[in-house]
Nanobody, 114 residues
Framework: QVQLVETGGGLVQPGESLKISCTASGSLFSNRGAFQVVDWYRQAPGKQREFVAKRYEYAPSVGDRFTISRDNAKNTVYLQMNDLKLEDTARYYC?????????WGQGTQVTVAS
């Protein structure tokens, strides 16, 4: 019913940029409003999963370095990440909460290392 597939992760050096994608599919997204509330979380090793970005809101830790955008025609949500830092290393997940249920993708790994 709901599929969220993240792609685009990889290994980058501090200060570099990376853009990851989340393609949404399933009957839930016949409701165009649902696609607009897909957001991003991340989880670093040994830490709890944390919020990263949604429409009009970003975690303080990412500030204006990250930008969320959407391509409605492709049902794809992007996360542009600039000036990446070591502490941005994590598995990044797209997520939607809808009618009291939570759906997650499998995640894509982003590693920032010098």
């Amino acid at each position: 019913q709901v599929q969220l597939v993240e792609t685009g992760g990889g290994l980058v050096q501090p200060g570099e940029s990376l853009k990851i994608s989340c393609t949404a599919s399933g009957s839930l997204f016949s409701n165009r409003g649902a696609f607009q509330v897909v957001d991003w979380y991340r989880q670093a090793p040994g830490k709890q999963r944390e919020f990263v970005a949604k429409r009009y809101e970003y975690a303080p830790s990412v500030g204006d370095r990250f930008t969320i955008s959407r391509d409605n025609a492709k049902n794809t949500v992007y996360l542009q990440m600039n000036d990446l830092k070591l502490e941005d290393t994590a598995r990044y997940y797209c997520h939607i909460a809808w009618n009291g249920l939570h759906y997650w993708g499998q995640g894509t790994q982003v590693t920032v290392a010098s």
